[in-house]
Structures are given as structure tokens and as C-alpha cells.
């Protein structure tokens, strides 16, 4: 019998079940199918976007009537014929295409004297298609299929290819727009309340700020406004009414009586007084508009001020109400700290993805269109005989479309986000998809950036706050400037969309709230308000029922599943919230101390498909979706064991809380914390395989590891996500030992035969593009560039010169498994030059190849020849050619264990030269103990007892968090088989042969290759290329520069007395100039004799050449440095003078 | 303290101090060699009285020193497999082939590859449709050559070489390591070039999966244990190294012993009461064989190699 207390058997199921169906990447997906299905159209038909009209021509009217976004194809033409063909991911990553669908229109133009005609499918761009998205060719397609298409079934999506690129938008965490947010201003260490107004169209920010104890009305509109002034502006006439809706408590109406002043000193008694006294407080000035100040101000107003708040025929009531509040938390604050708003508290906080981004730029880019249509037309319709027809319009419209692909392509490439309308500029929005690892992948569409600067020095916002539990990973941040301004997501995290807001206000205003314009101001505050989305929609009496009442529904389904309620007692307050952006996880729900979901629920899994089972759940109300504000309301037990009568949710488990990232760590809960941090930025630099398509892929660079191992102590986050099937590493055999002294500071020392036979191998794929392009001063073909055969040994061209061309073909490009050393030419090609006068027939050609410039050989892979002539491009053939080379650990290549204790390859000693236990077993790797006291990373401990377990029973091991094997029993188990509780053995040594003292903790442990090898960053030079401007070695391994002696090597030198050695080194070999100095000028010669001083007493000195630049410079500047020379001998007296 | 024994204790082991010279005199005369097991593939004897560096010398010489010969170049005429060609040459050179390395020499780096110095072998493969299959076959009836084994290997042989190696072909060691996996079309064509060398340039050339000795354990039981306590150690032991023999426990297979340190352990109570030694002149070796070489050849050429660099050394 299983009783209630008991952890569900198998329970891993639902996470996998939630995730199969979710992914790590549903956000993204789901904002981007919204902006395409809803927002596109919302987009269209706004007032302020729909119709283009023309000044010129007063009849002319274009009406949008839809839109449309198709999935991506790709259109080959072939002389007049072209054809359209479904455009697959793969094909835009080898022939950097851009995947992205057409975008149609369908319009409705009238014109002077004609009947209105509906053109229909008018192309306006190309819209960058979400893999994985509805509109992506992809979705709904069989794992068969998708290898068809030579993608990886495992792959996440959820990012874009532009141009051959994968481009992942980022996450980007915002402040809650709409919410009254009471804080202290960082200046003027005062309380302020404030709110950012968001909707469709306007945005604009109000607080209400305290000068000398009055308070003022910030606005982005006008000037800082007296209170009660704005008060009448909004049309509440009678001070006794604003301050009913402020509040009637004495401590309230005592703060307000300074501010009373100010409207009877101003002699305001109307609103329109009032409305004047604001219009000209007014900074900027509408274009166009009436300049009246009262008109202006109640326009303002209506359309600006508060923007979320609905207002209906300038009827500004609800407005005040609102402002009311505003006024209203903000003097509770002043009274009582607790009322404060806490702005990293993450219930604050909104998650803006890849729909909601492109959602803004597209609309700009729209506008665009629209203003140059409009401008366009302005020009042809004016013109007296004008023949324009419909159709020209839309020619001319699909000509400027190219606009919004452009800036679509740009903005996504680049990752600069310019949106006019919102002055906004931002960097860094999107970024290549990192293809290290399948973890990085997986990592990096689950990371949101914060928006806060990274220089400002607050911890506020990098801190770990308790609102995040569950929702962001703890371990998951990178440390540095970015720490805890990057975040990544946990497991189960899902961010929501935007609901349909009316079904939810119907049923609200059923269930008891009434609106709030129908009660006395003074009667608000004795009951609870009831927010819709930030706005005010009544009141209720019984807030409790009310509250639950209302979650009944939703797990009933009649309201989205994603609606929250709250219900906060301090401020009296219902949060109903359907907005877009909010953090949501799923939690099994308890009733009267029992969970809803029980072990019988679980026979689900048996009879219906795993992607289903989950959701049914959620249908029939045994699990729900809570956000970060409603988990302020619920008491949410972490196991079983825990439910109490009170609790009223129950977490599906508590390994949930981490990332994907982190879920690779094994026992987590057993590390300092500092060390999951770790291994989650190594994780992402580890290699192993990136997908099942790495052979067809083509990145810049890539990294695979020839014989990648599944982990022996896994965890079920990575089964969940399929990390398991695609790892990174090898389970190493492990010995924590000291040998040698090459394994001091986290060294490792390699068993030599082990490499031998594999360990760490790697393949690193390079990419080169080699692009043949056509002639911009003459288009003639035979300018192009061209790609020619090598040339043949004849009695001019010696065989010496021939070597660079070994590797070619007939056809000038490199044979494929060839080995190209350093200045091979891997593809030949010839730039013809256009002569000035176009006439002439002999045309030079320049030899242009593409030389190899790796030091060390690699061999060709594969050679693509891409033709992407309709493109719209000046290229006429594109060869890719890959490189790859295989490398075996070597010194100083990099390691790195789960639990963020890396090292490098400090010895590679012989198999025979290594311990061995008394069952023949050797290490492939030994491990210095001092790296665990310091570390104190117990989970390695146990994920190599577990792994000895594992390996000698012949099955996976579990270090999920919170959870796992448990070690003792682990230990026992290993004892019945003949090994050490501990697992400490005795080792003999591999060169005396004799048994070591001490035993030695050894066992398998999973270790990454990380992508840091010496071989990449391997550099020395003796002479070499020099800086043009002032003769000194250039700088940087790339360009083969020098070793710098810095300030403080040169600080060394002097305090050791070596100046001979800093003479060597900061001037002989770096930039040793000899001069010609006259020696009663002091000036340089250009020989012996100096013609100014008519002297021959002019000598040689040997100086660095930048100090002779200097000294030319200033004379440019005329300043006339003077060298004063003083006889060898003489030198040290001159010195001690 | 015994002169021969260390003693393990539950955190260290602790060993004697040592006096005594080599002497070859009685070395040769207390030598003693027992065969404990033997097999196709693996060998394991005792040799008693003999000391750890000399032990050691022959587990060092059989894992590094022995010749063999393994594949070493390939040419590639022709791969469209999935792995790429250095993967390939990897993976090939780790197969093991039995070749008598006694008939060839090393080959110098100026020398050419003659039959004196190299086997030749080639590996023809290639993925086709067969003829009258079905669609709903498993993969490998449907096409030839889904998977290259090492069978596929056909050896060339130079000159003398076929008459010379008649009785014993030159072959790998096991037919059935998989070399690659092909599909439909995919091809291989490789001439692959055996050299002789020895474990300590690669592990490839090495003979044995791994040499390696232990020391034989001595339990001593040295106080009088009731029969409650009896029967506890009697199933301490998870190698059952102890029996209860007419009311007393005694050390009934100490040659089980795991050194798992159980019966020591001071959480059992037994730590007093039982001493567990090793004997430091009585080594238990085991030599498993790749496969060119019987195990016992193993010992043999080990010897005769660890001969050959004394005399150079009396000789220097």
C-alpha cells in the first residue's frame, strides 16, 4: 500500500512528459506563433497604421485589410520561369540563406475617379522565420522526416538563420509595466511611485515625486505638475472628493495638507484653469494640433498620461481614481517601510521574447513603409497627368518591402534593436547560436539578460532573491560583470502569453466586483480593489471567495490556465493578471492536506501518450500553473512528507529548481554552491557531439569528440532534455593521488596509453569561404572573378613554385582529404582588373587564392560550391571549404570534472609507469587531492563511488538533485563486491613496484575535454612583422606579434639592476632607430655635417624610433625638443649631476 | 616484525624496514614459480621469493617492451564512410594481428617497407544494394557491407612472406571488431602497412590488455573468538576468506582476498583480532594477452628482453 506521504513512483515521468511536449524552448516558440497569428494583425489594423493616405490627392486611400506570413520558400528562377519550393532549415545554413517566409497583404486602394479594387497578396518583405515555429517547415513533421531534411530530431530550435547564421533573440528581462511600483529614488533618497503606461500604441511613464513635502506629478509629457492641479485637471473640482480618493485617514489627509496650498495660490478653481495651467507645462509640442493650452493639455491627458487607463470621451474619472491610488501607496510607504515596492521582487518583473521584440521592430519598419508609400504617392499623384493605377502601387509596395526584410535581417543579425517610435537603441539583443556543446545550445535558449547596466554597482538586482525559487536557476549565472544580470530559466519555468482579456473581465465583473465608478470615493478603501492587468476594474467585499472562487474556474478551464490571482492583504488589493511575460510553473495542487495527484494517476502514462498525459492533468485541475505572485498566496510543500492541512500546493519535484545547465552536475545539493556556478559556464565549453548533423553542418568552427560517453552517474533533468544521448566527455578512470610534482594547482597527469586509445580525441571542423564576386566598376562578365586551374610545370615555373598548388584539382579548388600546410592555396582564384579604358582587350588578372593560413596542417574535408546568384547579391559563387583536424590531449590542454574543478594536462606519463591495483586496474587520469578541501565539491566524491557501483553492476547511476543514490548503501553494495566501503584501494606503484602506503580514493568519473588547447593558443617569435607607424613587433598571437614587456616586467628589470636586459629588450629588439644628432642644435640630421650650425660636430645615436616619432611630432607642433649629447666617458658624472 | 610482511592497517600500510642485499646465489636457489591458472588468453603463477623491483621490471617490460606488430600506415585510396580518414587509421592501427614479430625487424625511418620490415593488408568495402530484397528487411539484408569487420582485412603478402607464414597466416587476432559502418554507396579502399614496434611508442603494439601482480595476503586470526563473534566475521568477509572449521575460524581462502579491508575495519570490532598481511615476496601475477602471443610466451619474451638490457647495462 502506498500511502500519501510517499514520493510518486516513476514520477520523473511527468517531467518528461511536461517537457517532451514543452521543450526548453516553448517561450520562444510561443511568443514568436503569437506575434505572427495575433499581433501581426493587431499591428495592420491599429488606427494609426491602417490606412496610407496622400496629400496631394485627398481621394486616395489605401485601407490594409489583412496580413499574412507564409512558411519560408525559396524561389529559383531560371530566365522567366521562376518556382517556388518549401525552403528547409538545412539549406539555409549551407547556403546562407535566410529562413523566412513571404509576408503578403491585402489592400484596398481607392483612387480619384476609379471604383476601390482589393489587391490581394501583395508581398511587403520577408519575415525571419522561428524554427520550430508554426510557420516552420519543420513542425509536425516525423523524426524520419526530419533526418530527410538533414536536421537533428533532438535539436532545440527556437532561434532563426539569417544569412546561414543561427540567431537566437535573448530573453530580455523588463520592469512590470502598468503596476503602481513604490520606491525611494536613488537621487533624492525620497519615496516615489511610479508607472510605466504600456499599451499598444503610447508609452509613457507618471510618478508622483515630493518636493518641501508637496507632492508633484512626473509625467514624460509636461513638467512637474502640482498635485491637486492635475487632480482638477482630470476634472475632480472639489478638494474634499481628491482627497476622498486618496484616502480619509487622518496620517493621509495630515501628508496631503501641504499640497493643498498650491492650487489656491495658482487661483485654479475649474478644470479649465487647470487644463491651461498644464498645457503650458507642456515640453513638446503636437505638430499640427490646435495651440490652445487647454485643448493640447486635455489631449495630453487623455492619450498620454496613464496610458493603460481607458479613457472614454475625455470622461477622466478613472484616470483620477488610478492617480488616487498612486498617491495613496505612496504615503502608506512613507509611513510604513513594509508598503514599499521591492523592484527585484520578481513578481515585478516581465520576460520580453523573440515575438515581443520583433513585435516592435516590425511595426516601425511598417511605418516606414507606410511613410514612404505615402511620400512616394504625395510625388506621382501630384504631378498633373498622372497615370498611376493600383497596380503601381503595389509595385511600388513590394519595392520598398525590401525594406522590412532588410531591417528584419539587420536587426537580427547585428542584434541592434533601433526602434524610433520609443527612442530606443539597444545592443546585444540577439546572438549566435554557441554550437559547443548541446548543452551550450540548450543553455543559451534558455538565458535571459537583465536590462540593468553592468557598470552600475548595485547588488540589488544581481542578487538571489527568494521571489526567483523555482523559476531561475541559482547555480546557472556567469561570474564577472554579468553575474546574476544573466539568468538562465529552471526546468519547468514557462513564460506566458498574452490572453485574450475580454472572456476573463466578463466573468470577473459576474462574480461580484463592481465597478468602481458606481461607489463613493470613500467607500473604496474599505474593500479589497480588484486589478485587471494593472487597471483598476472594481471592488469587492469578500476578496477571499472572491479569489478562490475565481481558481476554481481556472481549473476548470473556463479561464486560461496561465491567469493569475492574487491576492495581496496588505495593500487590499486583487492582482488579476493575463499579461504577457510572466513567470509560470507547474506545482501538483492539495486539497484538505492530500495532493491531487496520486500514484493511480500515474496509470495515465501507461495508456496515453506521454505528450498528452501531462496536459490532461492540468485539464482536470491535479496540477496548475502559478506565477510568482500567486506563489505569495499558496503554501507550496517541497515533498511529500511535508503536505500539512494548510498547504495548499505541492512542487513536482524539487530538482526542478535548477536549469538544464545545472542539471548535468550530479548531487548538486552536495556541492558549495560557488562550484555548481562553475561547472555551468563549463559545461557550455565542453566538447562532445552538437547534434546528429554535425557531418552536414557548416559552422565557422566545431568541435567533436571522436568517442563520447554517455555519463555513468547521470540525472533525470539531463534524460528530460536528452542530454544523455548527445554527451560531452569520457568516464574517466580516476585515481585522487599525488604523482609526480606536474599536478600541482589542479594539474592533471594522463595515462598515456589511454590517449593512445582514444581519450579526448577530438575533431576541430574549420570553415573557410572563399566568395567569387562581380566586377562593381564593370558588369561584365568576363570581370568576374573567376576560379582557374592551377598552373603547370613549365621552363618558366618551377617546381618549387608549384608546391603551394599541390592540393588543387583541375578545377582550381583543393581535392577533398588532401593535407594543406601553412601558404598552400586551397582555392585559386583570379580577380581581373578593369582597365580605364573598357576597350582594350588586354585585361590583367591579379591572382587573388585563398591561402591556408593554419601553422598547423589540416586536412579538407569537404568543399561546397554554392551558387546563390538570385539572392539578390554581387556574388556569382561561393566555395565553403572545411578543414579538419584531429587532436589528442596534449600538455597543457584543458579539463574540466561536473562540479567545476578544472585543470590542464600537466604530464603524460607511460601506462607502465602508472599505479595499478591488485585487479590490474590503471588509471586514465590522476586527480591532486588539495583540489577538494579548498573546493569542498563532496558531490565528485560521491559521483565516483556511484560510478565504481555503476560500472561493476552494469547500470546508470542517479546523482539527480536532491535525490540520488543514496551513498551508503552504495558503499555497502560495493563492499559485497569484494571493494573497499570507501572505495579506496590499494596501489602498487608502476615504477618501483611496490605497494604504496597510503590507500587511494579511485573510481570512473565523467570528465569534459573543454575547448581551451594549447594548440590554438601556442605562441613565440623571435623577429617578425613590425607596426608600420612606429617600427615597434605588432601585437597578438594572429598577426604572429611580440611578447610584450609591460610596466611592471619593466619595473622588475629595474629593481633587479638588469639594464643591459631592459636596454635588449625595449630597444634592440624592439625598434632600434640610428640618428644623426648635431650637437649644438640638438636637432636630427640627415648625415654628419649639420648646414644650420655649419658644424661637423654632428653624431650617430642609436635610439628607440618611436622616441625619434615623438620628437618629430612635437616639432610638427613646434616644439622643439633639444638633444643635448654628452660624450660616453662623461656620461656616468653627467648622471650623478 | 616479519622481515617479509606489511602490515595493512585500516588507514595505512605499514611496511618493513629492509636490510637485506640481493644475491643471486640464493635467488636462484629459492626461486619458486607455480602456474595458479591458465587459459587461452590469460596466465596466472606465483612466484615466490623474488623482490618487487625485479617484479616489477618484467610487468614493465611485458606492457611496454614486447614487439608486435600492428597496422602503422594507411594508405587511402578511397573513403566515403561517415568517419573520417585519421579516425579510421586510429582505429585500424588498434586492431590487434597475430604475426610473428620475431621473424621481422624494426623499421628504420630511411628505410623503405619491404618483407622484411611490413605486412601489407587491404580493406576493400563497399555498401550496395542487394539484389531481390525488401523494403521492410533490417537494414543489413537489404545492403552488404552495413558493417566492415575485421574480417574484412585480406593480407597481401610480400615475397617470401606466404611460404614463410604458411601454418600460421598473418590475420587479426579477432574477426569481429567493427571497423565501420557504411551505407548505401559508401566505400572503402585502404592499403594498410603492419611495422613492428613496441608499447612504449603506442599502446597499440603492446601484447598484453594488461600484466599485472598482487601480493599474496597472510591473515592471521590472533586472538580467541567466541562463536557468536565467529560466525560474525565468518559472513564479514563478502570473499568468504573465512571458515569455520570444528568450532574455530580459520583463514580458509586467503588467495580470495579482495583487500577490501572489511575484516579490519575498526567500526567491526575486529581490528584486535586480526592481523591482514601481505607477503612482499610472494607475488600472484596475472598476464591477460591481446592475442598475438600466448600468455606464457608473454612471461617468456619478457624475460628474454629484461636479459638482453642487463647485458647492455653490465656491458656499459
Redesign the interface.
Known amino acids: 500500500m502506498i500511502s500519501q506521504k510517499d514520493e510518486l513512483i516513476e514520477k520523473d515521468k511527468l517531467i518528461t512528459s511536461y517537457l517532451s511536449f514543452r521543450g526548453l524552448q516553448k517561450q520562444h516558440i510561443d511568443s514568436f506563433n503569437y506575434f505572427i497569428e495575433q499581433r501581426l494583425e493587431q499591428i495592420v489594423k491599429s488606427p494609426l497604421n491602417q490606412r496610407i493616405t496622400c496629400e496631394s490627392d485627398s481621394a486616395f486611400l489605401l485601407e490594409y485589410l489583412s496580413i499574412r506570413v507564409e512558411n519560408p520558400t525559396f524561389t529559383s528562377s531560371w530566365d522567366k520561369y521562376s518556382m517556388k519550393s518549401l525552403l528547409y532549415p538545412h539549406e539555409c545554413r549551407l547556403n546562407d540563406q535566410t529562413y523566412a517566409g513571404d509576408i503578403f497583404v491585402n489592400v484596398r486602394i481607392h483612387m480619384k475617379g476609379r471604383e476601390p479594387v482589393v489587391e490581394k497578396d501583395v508581398l511587403i518583405g520577408r519575415m525571419p522565420i522561428m524554427l520550430g515555429s508554426k510557420k516552420c517547415n519543420l513542425s509536425g513533421k516525423t523524426e524520419a522526416e526530419i533526418y530527410q531534411y538533414g536536421e537533428c530530431p533532438y535539436d532545440p530550435k527556437g532561434y532563426f538563420i539569417i544569412e546561414g547564421n543561427e540567431k537566437v533573440i535573448l530573453i530580455l528581462e523588463q520592469i512590470v509595466d502598468n503596476r503602481i511600483i513604490v520606491d525611494v529614488d536613488n537621487k533624492t533618497d525620497q519615496y516615489v511611485s511610479t508607472v510605466q503606461s504600456y499599451q499598444l500604441e503610447t508609452k509613457s511613464k507618471a510618478s508622483i515625486i515630493q518636493k518641501k513635502n508637496k507632492f508633484y506629478v512626473k509625467s514624460s509629457s509636461f513638467k512637474d505638475a502640482p498635485l491637486f492641479i492635475v487632480f482638477k485637471a482630470l476634472g475632480i473640482v472639489n478638494d474634499k472628493e481628491i482627497i476622498e480618493l486618496i484616502g480619509t485617514e487622518p496620517s493621509i489627509v495630515e501628508k496631503l495638507l501641504m499640497s493643498f496650498q498650491d492650487s489656491s495660490d495658482e487661483k485654479i478653481k475649474t478644470q479649465q484653469d487647470a487644463l491651461i495651467y498644464i498645457g503650458k507645462l507642456i515640453t513638446s509640442k503636437f505638430g499640427g494640433q490646435s495651440s490652445n493650452p487647454a485643448d493640447q493639455a486635455r489631449e495630453k491627458l487623455a492619450q498620454v498620461f496613464l496610458a493603460h487607463v481607458n479613457c472614454k470621451k475625455y470622461d477622466f474619472y478613472p484616470k483620477a481614481i488610478y492617480l488616487g491610488q498612486m498617491v495613496r501607496r505612496l504615503i502608506l510607504a512613507m509611513e510604513d517601510k513594509k508598503f514599499v515596492d521591492d523592484k527585484d521582487y520578481y513578481g515585478n518583473k516581465r520576460m520580453r521574447c523573440a515575438g515581443n521584440l520583433l513585435e516592435l521592430l516590425f511595426e516601425d519598419l511598417f511605418k516606414g513603409l507606410n511613410s514612404t508609400i505615402s511620400a512616394i504617392l504625395k510625388k506621382e499623384l501630384g504631378k498633373a497627368n498622372c497615370k498611376y493605377t493600383s497596380k503601381d502601387v503595389t509595385i511600388k509596395m513590394k519595392e520598398y518591402g525590401a525594406d522590412i526584410t532588410k531591417g528584419l535581417n539587420r536587426a537580427i543579425k547585428t542584434g541592434k534593436w533601433t526602434i524610433q517610435r520609443f527612442h530606443m537603441d539597444r545592443q546585444g539583443v540577439t546572438q549566435l547560436l554557441a554550437r559547443i556543446s548541446y548543452t551550450s545550445a540548450l543553455g543559451m535558449l534558455t538565458k535571459m539578460r537583465s536590462q540593468v547596466q553592468k557598470t552600475l554597482k548595485v547588488s540589488g538586482p544581481r542578487a538571489l532573491v527568494g521571489s526567483q525559487f523555482g523559476m531561475i536557476c541559482p547555480a546557472d549565472t556567469p561570474d564577472g560583470e554579468d553575474c546574476g544580470l544573466v539568468k538562465t530559466l529552471a526546468l519547468l519555468t514557462h513564460i506566458t502569453q498574452e490572453d485574450i482579456q475580454d472572456s476573463v473581465y466578463k466573468i470577473i465583473l459576474s462574480m461580484g466586483v463592481e465597478d468602481i465608478c458606481h461607489f463613493k470615493p470613500s467607500e473604496f478603501h474599505k474593500n479589497y480593489i480588484v486589478y485587471l492587468n494593472g487597471i483598476i476594474v472594481g471592488v469587492h467585499a469578500r476578496p477571499q471567495y472572491f479569489v478562490d472562487q475565481l481558481r476554481i474556474l481556472r481549473r476548470k478551464g473556463k479561464i486560461n490556465e496561465f491567469v493569475s490571482i492574487h491576492k495581496d492583504d496588505l495593500r487590499k488589493i486583487v492582482n488579476i493578471s493575463g499579461d504577457s511575460g510572466r513567470l509560470v510553473r507547474p506545482l501538483i495542487l492539495v486539497k484538505d492536506g492530500k495532493a491531487q495527484l496520486n500514484q493511480k494517476d500515474m496509470i495515465d502514462f501507461k495508456q496515453n501518450d506521454a505528450k498528452t498525459v501531462f496536459q490532461n492533468f492540468v485539464k482536470t485541475g491535479k496540477i496548475e500553473y502559478l506565477d510568482v505572485n500567486e506563489s505569495d498566496n499558496a503554501f507550496i510543500a517541497l515533498t511529500r512528507k511535508d503536505v500539512t492541512i494548510e498547504t495548499t500546493h505541492l512542487e513536482i519535484d524539487q530538482m526542478t529548481i535548477l536549469s538544464c545547465v545545472t542539471g548535468l552536475v550530479p548531487f548538486p545539493h552536495h556541492n558549495q554552491s560557488a562550484r555548481n556556478t562553475f561547472q555551468c559556464q563549463m559545461g557550455k565549453q565542453s566538447l562532445g557531439i552538437i547534434g546528429l548533423n554535425t557531418q552536414i553542418r557548416c559552422d565557422t568552427q566545431l568541435y567533436q569528440l571522436i568517442y563520447p560517453q554517455t555519463p555513468l552517474v547521470r540525472t533525470v533533468s539531463m534524460e528530460a532534455v536528452n542530454q544523455h544521448k548527445l554527451p560531452a566527455g569520457h568516464n574517466a578512470q580516476v585515481a585522487v593521488m599525488s604523482y609526480s610534482c606536474y599536478d600541482i594547482e589542479d594539474a592533471l597527469i594522463m595515462n598515456k596509453s589511454s590517449l593512445d586509445r582514444g581519450f579526448g580525441r577530438t575533431a576541430v571542423y574549420k570553415k573557410s569561404v572563399t566568395e567569387c564576386e562581380i566586377n562593381q566598376r564593370n558588369k561584365e562578365s568576363r570581370f568576374n572573378e573567376r576560379i582557374e586551374k592551377p598552373p603547370i610545370k613549365t621552363h618558366e615555373i618551377k617546381k618549387k613554385f608549384l608546391k603551394k598548388y599541390h592540393s588543387l584539382d583541375n578545377d582550381g579548388i583543393t581535392k577533398v582529404g588532401s593535407q594543406l600546410h601553412q601558404g598552400d592555396i586551397y582555392v585559386n582564384k583570379k580577380t581581373p582588373q578593369v582597365p580605364d579604358n573598357a576597350s582594350t582587350e588586354n585585361i590583367q588578372i591579379s591572382d587573388t587564392p585563398s591561402v591556408f593560413k593554419e601553422k598547423w596542417p589540416y586536412t579538407v574535408d569537404r568543399v561546397l560550391i554554392i551558387n546563390n546568384t538570385n539572392d539578390g547579391t554581387e556574388k556569382i559563387k561561393t566555395v565553403k571549404t572545411i578543414f579538419r583536424q584531429i587532436r589528442r590531449p596534449e600538455l597543457g590542454d584543458k579539463f574540466s570534472s561536473r562540479h567545476g574543478q578544472k585543470g590542464v594536462v600537466g604530464l603524460i606519463v607511460n601506462q607502465e609507469d602508472m599505479p595499478f591495483n591488485e585487479r590490474g586496474w590503471c588509471p586514465d587520469l590522476i586527480m591532486n587531492p588539495h583540489g577538494y578541501p579548498s573546493r569542498m565539491t563532496i558531490a565528485k566524491l560521491m559521483e565516483l563511488l556511484c560510478g565504481k557501483l555503476g560500472a561493476l553492476e552494469g547500470k546508470f547511476k542517479y546523482g539527480t538533485a536532491f535525490g540520488g543514490e543514496n551513498v551508503l548503501q552504495v558503499g555497502e553494495e560495493l563492499l559485497r563486491r569484494g571493494f573497499h566501503f570507501q572505495g579506496k584501494d590499494c596501489l602498487i606503484s608502476g615504477i618501483t613496484g611496490e605497494y604504496m602506503e597510503c590507500y587511494v580514493y579511485q573510481g570512473p568519473i565523467f570528465y569534459q575535454r573543454l575547448k581551451h588547447m594549447v594548440i590554438d593558443k601556442i605562441h613565440a617569435r623571435a623577429k617578425g612583422p613590425m607596426e608600420k607607424l612606429t617600427r615597434q613587433p605588432v601585437e597578438g598571437r594572429a598577426k604572429d606579434g611580440g611578447q610584450r614587456i609591460g610596466e611592471m616586467e619593466r619595473d622588475c628589470f629595474l629593481a633587479y639592476g638588469a639594464s643591459n636586459l631592459l636596454i635588449e629588450r625595449l630597444l634592440l629588439s624592439s625598434d632600434p632607430f640610428n640618428v644623426y644628432v648635431c650637437e649644438i642644435c640638438g636637432m636630427f640630421k640627415s648625415d654628419s655635417i649639420c648646414r644650420g650650425c655649419n658644424t661637423d660636430k654632428v653624431y650617430q645615436i642609436t635610439l628607440p624610433y618611436c622616441c625619434k616619432l615623438l620628437f618629430q611630432e612635437l616639432l610638427a607642433m613646434n616644439i622643439k625638443p633639444k638633444l643635448q649629447l654628452v660624450p660616453s666617458h662623461e656620461r656616468q658624472e653627467y648622471t650623478m649631476n | 616484525m616479519d622481515q617479509h610482511k606489511?602490515q595493512?592497517k585500516e588507514?595505512?600500510?605499514?611496511?618493513p624496514f629492509k636490510q637485506e642485499k640481493f644475491n643471486i646465489k640464493q635467488f636462484q636457489r629459492e626461486l619458486e614459480i607455480n602456474i595458479l591458472s591458465k587459459t587461452d588468453d590469460k596466465i596466472v603463477f606465483e612466484m615466490i621469493n623474488i623482490d618487487?623491483?625485479i617484479?616489477?621490471?618484467l610487468?614493465?617490460i611485458m606492457?611496454?617492451e614486447i614487439p608486435t606488430m600492428a597496422i602503422h600506415k594507411v594508405q587511402?585510396i578511397q573513403?566515403t564512410s561517415?568517419i573520417?580518414?585519421?579516425?579510421l587509421a586510429?582505429r585500424l592501427g588498434?586492431i590487434p594481428i597475430i604475426a610473428d614479430p620475431l621473424q621481422f625487424i624494426e623499421k628504420d625511418d630511411q628505410e623503405e617497407y619491404n618483407e622484411l620490415n611490413s605486412i601489407d593488408f587491404t580493406l576493400v568495402a563497399k555498401c550496395e544494394k542487394k539484389p531481390n530484397c525488401r523494403q521492410d528487411d533490417p537494414i543489413e539484408n537489404q545492403y552488404t557491407n552495413t558493417t566492415v569487420y575485421s574480417s574484412s582485412l585480406i593480407w597481401q603478402p610480400k615475397g617470401q612472406q606466404a611460404k614463410q607464414f604458411a601454418n600460421n597466416p598473418i590475420r587479426p587476432v579477432h574477426s569481429n571488431i567493427i571497423i565501420a559502418k557504411l551505407r548505401e554507396n559508401q566505400e572503402l579502399n585502404l592499403r594498410l602497412i603492419c611495422e613492428k614496434g613496441v608499447?612504449?611508442r603506442?599502446?597499440?603494439w603492446?601484447p598484453v590488455c594488461?600484466?599485472?601482480?598482487?601480493?599474496m595476503p597472510s591473515i592471521i586470526i590472533k586472538n580467541k573468538l567466541d562463536t557468536q563473534r565467529q560466525e560474525k566475521l565468518e559472513s564479514l568477509c563478502?570473499?568468504k576468506v573465512f571458515g569455520i572449521k570444528g568450532n574455530q575460524i580459520k583463514v580458509i581462502n586467503p588467495r580470495n582476498c579482495?583487500?577490501?579491508?572489511?575484516c579490519i575495519?575498526e567500526a567491526n570490532g575486529f581490528d584486535k583480532d586480526i592481523e591482514l598481511n601481505?607477503i612482499?615476496n610472494h607475488f600472484i601475477f596475472?598476464i591477460?594477452s591481446v592475442g598475438q602471443y600466448e600468455p606464457k610466451d608473454i612471461m617468456l619474451q619478457a624475460i628474454e628482453v629484461f636479459r638482453s638490457k642487463v647485458q647492455l647495462y653490465i656491458k656499459e
Not at chain 2, 84 to 87: G, I
Not at chain 2, 210 to 215: G, N, R
Open positions: 606489511l595493512l588507514d595505512q600500510i605499514l611496511k618487487a623491483p617484479a616489477n621490471s610487468r614493465r606492457i611496454a587511402v573513403n561517415i573520417p580518414d585519421e579516425v586510429h588498434l608499447g612504449k603506442h599502446a597499440k603492446s594488461t600484466a599485472f601482480y598482487k601480493l563478502p570473499m579482495t583487500t577490501c579491508r572489511e575495519r601481505k612482499d596475472s591477460e
